[in-house]
C-alpha cells in the first residue's frame, strides 16, 4: 500500500492543476478636475491552467457590468469605449507555478479592451494564500490612449489619462 | 565652338538620363500580396481577426481584419521583411515574420494564441461578440444627447429672461412691449425646450439598461417641466388676451405665472441633476 501510495506521488505532481476566479472586485478611476468617478464589476471570470510549472491565466469581463452609480454615465463610458463591438475586457498573463508561494508577483499582463491589445510590464499584486484559496490585490495602471479610446469631456474638460483599475481577486486550487 | 564644353555638357545629359531611367530599377514596386486564413487553437476559422502587419525596415504598417470565412488579405505590399501580428477577442497576440518578395502572392496562415477561451470561463457568444450595429446605436444615443444637452443648456438663456421679463409683463403698470417681448423670448424658450426634449426622446434605448443614479432625477423631473412647458404658454396666450383686452387677468390664467415659475425651476433642477457629471 504504502509503495503504492510513493508511486503515486510523482504521477501527482505532474498532473496539471487549475485555478478558478471565485470572486473579484473590479473597480476602475477616473480623475477630472470636478469630479472622481469610480466604476465597480463584480462579474469577472477567471481561469488558469498550468502546465510544465507554468500557468496561463484568462480573466474576462463584460464592459457594460462597470457599474458607477450612473447608468448614464455608465452608457457614455460604453460608448466611448467601444463596448457595442467589443463586448469584453480580457486580461491574459503566464506565471511560474512558483509564484503562488511568494507574497508578491510581478506580472506580465497582455490587455485586451476597445478592440486594442496592450501590454503592462511587471505589474505587482499582493497576495495571501489561504488553504486552497489565494487573495491577490493589485492595480493595474491602465492608460486611456493605450487603447485608442478619447477620454470622455466634463464642461470640455477631458478626464485624465490615466484609469488606474483596481484589483481584488480570489483564486482556487482546483487540481 | 569649343568642343571640351560640349562634351561636358553631353556627358551630364548622358548621366541625367541614365538616372532616370534607374529609377524604376531601384524603386521598390508596391505589388506583393499577402493572404491567408487565420484559425483558433481548435482549427476553427476566426472571423473579425485583426492582422497588423508591419515592415521591419520601413516601419510603415497596414491592418486589416479577417471576413466571416476567417479570411484576409493584403495587397500591394512593397517587398521585404515584415512583422505579422493576429489578434482577436478571447485570444492573446501571436506575432510571426515574414519575407515578402516582389510580385509574389503569399498565403500566411496564422493560429492565434490562447490556451484558454472565453468560451472556458463560460461565456456565451452572445455575450462575447459585439456588433457594429450595436456601437452604431451607441453613437447614435451618445450624439443625440449631447445635442439634446447643448440645446438644454442654451435654452436657459432665453428661459431666465422670460422670467425676469414676465414680472413686467404681468404686473399692474404693464405695457404692450413688455408682453410681446415676454411672448416673444417665450416663444422660443418652448421652441428650443421641445427640440431638445424631441433629441432625448429620439436617442436610441439601449436594452436592458436599469436607471439608475441622478439620471432618475432628471427623468423624473421632465413630468413636472414637460407638462409645465405645455400649460405655460396656453395659460400665457389666455392672460396676453385678457391683458390686452384691457382687463386684469382672471380664472385660470391667473395661474401662468405660478406655472411658469413651477415649470422653470424644475427645469433648472434637471440641468443640475446631470450637470455634476460627464
Known amino acids: 500500500m504504502v509503495f503504492f501510495l510513493l508511486l503515486g506521488i510523482p504521477i501527482f505532481a505532474q498532473t496539471d492543476s487549475q485555478w478558478v476566479l471565485e470572486q473579484s472586485t473590479l473597480t476602475y478611476h477616473v480623475t477630472h478636475p470636478l469630479h472622481q468617478v469610480d466604476g465597480v464589476s463584480h462579474a469577472a471570470r477567471g481561469k488558469g491552467v498550468c502546465h510544465a510549472g507554468q500557468c496561463d491565466f484568462l480573466i474576462a469581463v463584460p464592459v457594460k457590468t462597470f457599474d458607477s452609480g450612473d447608468s448614464n454615465r455608465d452608457l457614455h463610458m460604453l460608448q466611448v469605449t467601444r463596448g457595442g463591438q467589443f463586448p469584453m475586457v480580457t486580461v491574459r498573463t503566464r506565471l511560474p507555478e512558483s509564484a503562488s508561494a511568494s507574497a508578491t508577483i510581478h506580472a506580465d499582463l497582455e490587455i485586451q479592451f476597445a478592440g486594442q491589445t496592450a501590454k503592462y510590464d511587471q505589474v505587482l499584486f499582493q497576495q495571501k494564500s489561504q488553504g486552497n484559496e489565494i487573495r491577490i490585490t493589485g492595480t493595474i495602471p491602465a492608460i486611456l490612449t493605450d487603447f485608442k479610446i478619447d477620454p470622455p469631456s466634463l464642461l470640455t474638460v477631458a478626464v485624465k489619462n490615466e484609469m488606474p483599475v483596481r484589483v481584488e481577486m480570489t483564486w482556487q486550487r482546483q487540481k | ?278
Open chain 2, 1 to 278: 565652338m569649343n568642343p571640351k564644353p560640349s562634351k561636358f555638357i553631353l556627358g551630364a545629359w548622358i548621366i541625367a538620363l541614365l538616372s532616370l531611367l534607374s529609377f524604376p530599377l531601384r524603386a521598390q514596386v508596391a505589388d506583393a500580396t499577402l493572404a491567408g486564413t487565420v484559425t483558433d487553437p481548435a482549427s476553427k476559422v476566426v472571423p473579425n481577426a485583426k492582422i497588423f502587419i508591419k515592415n521591419v525596415v520601413t516601419r510603415q504598417s497596414v491592418e486589416t481584419q479577417t471576413d466571416s470565412a476567417g479570411l484576409y488579405k493584403l495587397s500591394n505590399l512593397v517587398p521585404g521583411d515584415y512583422e505579422v501580428s493576429v489578434s482577436a477577442e478571447g485570444f492573446s497576440t501571436n506575432t510571426t515574420k515574414v519575407m515578402i518578395a516582389a510580385g509574389t502572392k503569399q498565403t500566411l496562415n496564422l493560429t492565434l494564441a490562447g490556451v484558454l477561451s472565453l468560451g472556458d470561463l463560460g461565456f456565451s457568444p452572445a455575450q462575447t461578440q459585439g456588433s457594429a450595429q450595436d456601437q452604431a446605436r451607441l453613437n447614435k444615443r451618445s450624439h443625440m444627447l449631447k445635442i439634446h444637452q447643448r440645446i438644454g443648456l442654451i435654452d436657459t438663456v432665453p428661459l431666465v429672461a422670460t422670467v425676469i421679463l414676465g414680472a413686467g409683463a404681468g404686473g399692474k403698470s404693464t405695457s404692450s412691449t413688455d408682453r410681446f417681448a415676454h411672448l416673444a423670448l417665450g416663444s422660443v424658450t418652448g421652441d428650443l425646450y421641445f427640440l431638445s426634449a424631441y433629441y432625448a426622446i429620439r436617442a436610441p434605448k439601449i436594452q436592458g439598461t436599469e436607471t439608475r443614479g441622478s439620471i432618475r432625477l432628471h427623468k423624473a423631473l421632465a413630468w413636472i417641466h414637460g407638462p409645465g412647458m405645455i400649460l405655460t404658454p396656453i395659460l400665457g396666450i389666455m392672460a396676453f388676451d385678457q391683458k390686452s383686452n384691457g382687463e386684469k387677468v382672471h380664472g385660470i390664467a391667473s395661474a401662468h405665472g405660478a406655472v411658469a415659475i413651477v415649470t422653470a425651476a424644475a427645469y433648472g433642477a434637471s440641468i443640475l441633476s446631470v450637470s455634476i457629471k460627464f
